[in-house]
């Protein structure tokens, strides 16, 4: 995820956040992120509710260390329970790889979980999402990047 997670951005990545299933893991990466707003923390804070109420957990890897200050300061995302931090590297990947790692022991821990199956696309969804750097830009910047590509 890239771009302005204030106001508008953290509410239009609120609406493309992928939908909550069972016993899901989501692994958002934000990396080159360097600060962000009360409305986005808001944001990451009721997906995360969701998803541990379903089961699931939220992973944020790739995180600058000014934003996992300012996480830790709004004391609203239970960083360890429903949240879970994967620091940024050196290494672009590295810190997502290790987020995937992480969520994987997770959801290995105390359960087997059977494979979730979308009935409205009859296939099986996997349990570990991986939201990709730049998928969840807002319009706005989707824009400005195909005039520049043109």
Do not use: C
Not at 6 to 18: E, I, M, S, V
Not at 79 to 106: F, K, N, Y
Not at 116 to 142: F, S, Y
């Amino acid at each position: 995820m890239t771009g302005d997670l204030f106001f508008a951005g953290a509410k239009a990545l609120q609406d493309k956040l992928p939908r909550v299933a069972d016993d899901a893991v989501v692994v958002l990466r934000i990396r080159g992120i360097k600060k962000v707003g009360a409305t986005l923390i808001d944001v990451l804070n009721e997906y995360a509710e969701d998803l541990q109420e379903r089961g699931g957990k939220l992973y944020l890897s790739g995180v600058h260390a000014d934003v996992e200050k300012q996480l830790k300061r709004s004391v609203k995302l239970d960083l360890g329970e429903e949240v879970e931090i994967a620091p940024a590297t050196d290494i672009v990947g590295e810190s997502t790889q290790a987020a995937l790692e992480l969520s994987r022991s997770w959801l290995a821990l105390d359960r087997e979980i059977p494979p979730v199956v979308d009935e409205d696309r009859d296939l099986a969804m996997p349990r570990v999402i991986v939201v990709p750097e730049g998928a969840l830009q807002p319009p706005k910047e989707q824009e400005q990047r195909l005039r520049k590509a043109k």
